[in-house]
């Protein structure tokens, strides 16, 4: 069994702390390793030494910060087997999923090499006589960031690659389930040369997010988690006087048209209903085929493919869907399929009492599919987070997209259609961050910026990509007069 330290100032540290988390193996029930709930004092300790490495990173010209992202970018490529093996160590999801979780995160440490070209700023010369204006971006100093534990390496690195290339220094929390990804990229940061006290991680519950929230020489916040958290981080830290972006819950849709190409389509439901156990806030979890025919039909190819899925631990090459983050999130999700069939919701799929031989302490469910599911059911209201598919009958595209709408979360949404028209009208209306047209699981790349509206993001900011250069930076604009010879009495007026 492991002890999980701190990372302060460049070097491991163990926790003096006697509040201690354990973390488990999903796919066994077993206990793998140990993580302290720091305290204060350590967390307090950790901003202390960012604040002091900082003003020297951020005076650093940015063609260096970029050289160390290179260096790190090319660690983590040689070593991204490794990294996903962490992953799915304490994840449980497969190593594939895995990797593709990496290869999403090393997109964002690629953008943010760039960081040169996007700290150039702005020069306006002879905006009056003599005069020069020049607008130039700049790090707030020590920003935070607190991360869920669905994607244990990407939605870290969503945040710190791009607030360190800025100048910052960052402080990570990570999820206290699955915090080994985060430390082994915080040896290959080490390794690139990144100066200690530039990025550190402490590891803890709800009193050290209080900590950093409250904590005054932290200039802004970035979290990625459940909706009720993200609010609270987002009223608690902006009461504090920082900037926050705020990441919350999501209940993603796909709309299905009568034209669709429903081979294509129900593939894709399964990939983006199933794929990482429906445990990413991406998951695509409600279906919305347009039409009788098109339900009859969607839920008849969807039937056997929901009872063929292959499920089982990330170590079998053969699996697609492994467990559920922890026992208590399988009772949770296994009491939601309880609620969908007493409310009568119809189970075309029941994932409860899914056994596997070796693995009975894991903790999976099987895929679930339920059918003709309504609005008012607890199923379709909430964030189940794990492997079930609900199927809302819509008989127009008009009462699709209401569907949509009146829903509370609005992270992502997708529509499968051969017609250019509904395409065109849905992505213009849809009141949804992120839309897909033939697209299940519409994240965006790296250089553009990721965000859903709604309930699903508090605090306005995109992350990563460009939105990220705003929030982690501040502008300054300068006005300057050379040469100083220009005769001018006192003015009075306002300078125009
Ligand atoms: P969570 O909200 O339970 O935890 C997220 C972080 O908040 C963790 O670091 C945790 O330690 C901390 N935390 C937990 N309870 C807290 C409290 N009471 N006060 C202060 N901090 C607290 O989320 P999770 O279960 O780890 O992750 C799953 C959730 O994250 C889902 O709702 C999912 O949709 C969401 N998510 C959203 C996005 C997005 O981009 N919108 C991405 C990934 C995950």
Same mark, same amino acid.
């Given at each position: 069994?492991?002890?999980?330290?701190?990372?302060?100032?460049?070097?491991?540290?163990?926790?003096?702390?006697?509040?201690?988390?354990?973390?488990?193996?999903?796919?066994?029930?077993?206990?793998?390793?140990?993580?302290?709930?720091?305290?204060?004092?350590?967390?307090?300790?950790?901003?202390?030494?960012?604040?002091?490495?900082?003003?020297?990173?951020?005076?650093?010209?940015?063609?260096?910060?970029?050289?160390?992202?290179?260096?790190?970018? =090319?660690?983590?490529?040689?070593?991204?087997?490794?990294?996903?093996?962490? $992953?799915?160590?304490?994840?449980?999801?497969?190593?594939?999923?895995?990797?593709?979780?990496?290869?999403?995160?090393?997109?964002? !440490?690629?953008?943010?090499?760039?960081?040169?070209?996007? @700290?150039?700023?702005?020069?306006?010369?002879?905006?009056?006589? %003599? $005069?020069?204006?020049?607008?130039?971006?700049?790090?707030?100093?020590?920003?935070?960031?607190?991360?869920?534990?669905?994607?244990?390496?990407?939605?870290? /690195?969503?945040?710190?690659? /791009?607030?360190?290339?800025?100048?910052?220094?960052?402080?990570?929390?990570? &999820?206290?389930?699955?915090?080994?990804?985060?430390?082994?990229?915080?040896?290959?940061?080490?390794?690139?040369?990144?100066?200690?006290?530039?990025?550190?991680?402490?590891?803890?519950? +709800?009193?050290?997010?209080?900590?950093?929230?409250?904590?005054?020489?932290? +200039?802004?916040?970035?979290?990625?988690?459940?909706?009720?958290? %993200? =609010?609270?981080?987002?009223?608690?830290?902006?009461?504090?006087?920082?900037? !926050?972006?705020?990441?919350?819950?999501? +209940?993603?849709? /796909? $709309?299905?048209?009568?034209?669709?190409?429903?081979? %294509?389509?129900?593939?894709?439901?399964?990939?983006?209903?199933?794929? &990482?156990?429906?445990?990413?806030?991406?998951?695509?979890?409600?279906?919305?085929?347009?039409?009788?025919?098109?339900?009859?039909?969607?839920?008849?190819?969807?039937?056997?493919?929901?009872?063929?899925?292959?499920?089982?631990?990330?170590?079998?090459?053969?699996?697609?869907?492994?467990?559920?983050?922890?026992?208590?999130?399988?009772?949770?999700?296994?009491?939601?399929?309880? =609620?969908?069939? +007493?409310?009568?919701?119809?189970?075309?799929?029941?994932?409860?009492? #899914?056994?596997?031989?070796?693995?009975?302490?894991?903790?999976?469910?099987?895929?679930? @599919?339920?059918?003709?599911?309504?609005?008012?059911?607890?199923?379709?209201?909430?964030?189940?987070?794990?492997?079930?598919? &609900?199927?809302?009958?819509?008989?127009?595209?008009?009462?699709?997209?209401?569907?949509?709408?009146?829903?509370?979360?609005?992270?992502?949404?997708? $529509?499968?259609?051969?017609?250019?028209?509904?395409?065109?009208?849905? %992505?213009?209306?849809?009141?949804?961050?992120?839309?897909?047209?033939? !697209?299940?699981?519409?994240?965006?790349?790296?250089?553009?910026?990721?965000?859903?509206?709604?309930?699903?993001? #508090?605090?306005?900011?995109?992350?990563?990509?460009?939105?990220?250069?705003?929030?982690?930076?501040?502008?300054?604009?300068?006005?300057?007069?050379?040469?100083?010879? !220009?005769?001018?009495?006192?003015?009075?007026?306002?300078? &125009?």
């Amino acid at each position: 069994m492991y002890e999980i330290k701190n990372a302060i100032n460049g070097k491991l540290v163990s926790s003096n702390s006697d509040r201690k988390s354990q973390i488990f193996n999903p796919a066994t029930g077993e206990q793998i390793g140990i993580l302290p709930l720091s305290t204060d004092d350590e967390i307090n300790a950790a901003v202390a030494n960012a604040k002091a490495a900082q003003p020297a990173w951020g005076n650093l010209p940015p063609a260096k910060r970029a050289r160390i992202m290179f260096k790190f970018l =090319q660690l983590l490529n040689d070593n991204i087997d490794e990294l996903a093996r962490h $992953i799915s160590n304490e994840h449980g999801k497969t190593h594939e999923d895995a990797l593709g979780e990496c290869a999403r995160g090393i997109e964002v !440490v690629e953008f943010a090499c760039g960081i040169p070209q996007m @700290l150039k700023g702005e020069f306006s010369r002879n905006v009056g006589p %003599a $005069i020069d204006t020049f607008a130039d971006r700049q790090p707030l100093g020590v920003v935070a960031g607190i991360t869920p534990f669905n994607f244990p390496s990407m939605v870290p /690195m969503w945040m710190y690659p /791009m607030a360190i290339a800025c100048g910052n220094a960052f402080i990570l929390k990570p &999820s206290e389930r699955d915090p080994s990804a985060s430390m082994f990229c915080f040896e290959l940061f080490k390794q690139a040369g990144l100066p200690d006290g530039i990025f550190n991680i402490v590891h803890g519950d +709800k009193s050290a997010v209080d900590c950093l929230l409250d904590h005054p020489d932290i +200039k802004a916040i970035s979290f990625v988690g459940s909706t009720p958290i %993200a =609010q609270y981080v987002y009223e608690r830290g902006t009461k504090a006087g920082k900037r !926050v972006q705020a990441l919350g819950g999501a +209940k993603n849709h /796909m $709309i299905i048209m009568p034209d669709a190409d429903l081979d %294509a389509a129900a593939n894709a439901l399964m990939g983006a209903g199933f794929g &990482s156990a429906g445990e990413r806030c991406m998951a695509i979890s409600v279906a919305v085929p347009v039409g009788e025919e098109t339900a009859n039909k969607l839920v008849a190819k969807l039937k056997p493919m929901v009872e063929a899925l292959k499920i089982g631990p990330a170590n079998d090459e053969t699996t697609e869907m492994g467990p559920l983050i922890t026992k208590m999130h399988q009772e949770k999700v296994l009491n939601y399929i309880d =609620q969908g069939e +007493k409310a009568g919701a119809e189970l075309v799929v029941d994932g409860r009492g #899914f056994a596997l031989q070796g693995y009975e302490n894991g903790y999976f469910v099987g895929g679930t @599919l339920f059918d003709n599911v309504k609005e008012d059911m607890s199923i379709y209201r909430d964030e189940i987070f794990g492997p079930v598919l &609900s199927v809302v009958r819509k008989n127009s595209f008009e009462d699709a997209l209401d569907l949509i709408h009146g829903h509370e979360y609005a992270n992502g949404t997708a $529509i499968f259609t051969r017609d250019g028209d509904a395409a065109r009208a849905f %992505a213009d209306r849809v009141e949804v961050g992120m839309v897909g047209i033939n !697209v299940p699981i519409p994240v965006p790349v790296a250089y553009h910026s990721f965000g859903g509206w709604k309930s699903s993001s #508090f605090g306005g900011h995109g992350i990563y990509g460009p939105e990220a250069v705003h929030f982690y930076t501040r502008l300054k604009t300068i006005t300057t007069r050379w040469p100083t010879g !220009v005769k001018e009495g006192a003015v009075f007026t306002f300078p &125009s």
